[in-house]
């Protein structure tokens, strides 16, 4: 019984490797303190950023929603403000796609978002997907909020494997 209960374990851990968009489940964190590249770098690569807003969000929000993400090598794409306030972007239960320019990253592994205003957002999820670069093609990353962010603060994910995110 235990033989085939680990047998059954590793085959769904296998799985779980091999998956095309690689899922980071973990609860969001502030910082208190991130230094952010600055936002005029607009680099050779693209990238596809996609915004699942939580059906328990808001009905939508004005709020100004910053965006950081980048690679365990200081390799980092700054967008001071996703989306515009008279788009109704971040609507409750919608996804909202944005094409970014930034400096070309590896493994995408840290992703923060700031919000500034009196609305209040609850995303359900990001993913980050790298189109190809001089670096090759990353995997697509996934980074699961499920939580309202908090005002003025970075709020997000660092899997860089114990490298320190550009603090301030």
């Not at 592994?109 to 957002?121: A, E, H, N, S, T």
């Not at 909020?145 to 709020?155: H, K, L, N, Q, S």
Request: hydrophobic fraction near 30%; proline fraction near 6%; charge should be positive.
């Amino acid at each position: 019984m235990i033989r085939r209960l680990s047998f059954v374990l590793c085959l769904s851990l296998l799985s779980v490797a091999f998956c095309h968009s690689r899922s980071i489940v973990s609860q969001p964190q502030a910082l208190k303190s991130f230094k952010v590249n600055d936002p005029r770098n607009e680099g050779t690569c693209t990238y596809t950023v996609s915004v699942r807003t939580s059906c328990l969000s808001t009905s939508y929000t004005r709020d100004q929603i910053s965006l950081a993400f980048g690679d365990a090598y200081g390799n980092q794409v700054y967008v001071p403000r996703l989306g515009n306030p008279s788009s109704r972007a971040f609507e409750r239960c919608s996804t909202d796609t944005f094409r970014i320019n930034g400096p070309c990253a590896y493994q995408i592994c840290y992703l923060y978002l700031f919000r500034d205003g009196p609305d209040g957002w609850r995303p359900k999820h990001v993913t980050v997907e790298a189109h190809a670069s001089y670096y090759g093609q990353s995997q697509p990353v996934t980074f699961y909020y499920g939580t309202f962010i908090p005002r003025a603060v970075w709020y997000g994910f660092n899997y860089c494997a114990g490298r320190h995110v550009a603090p301030s």
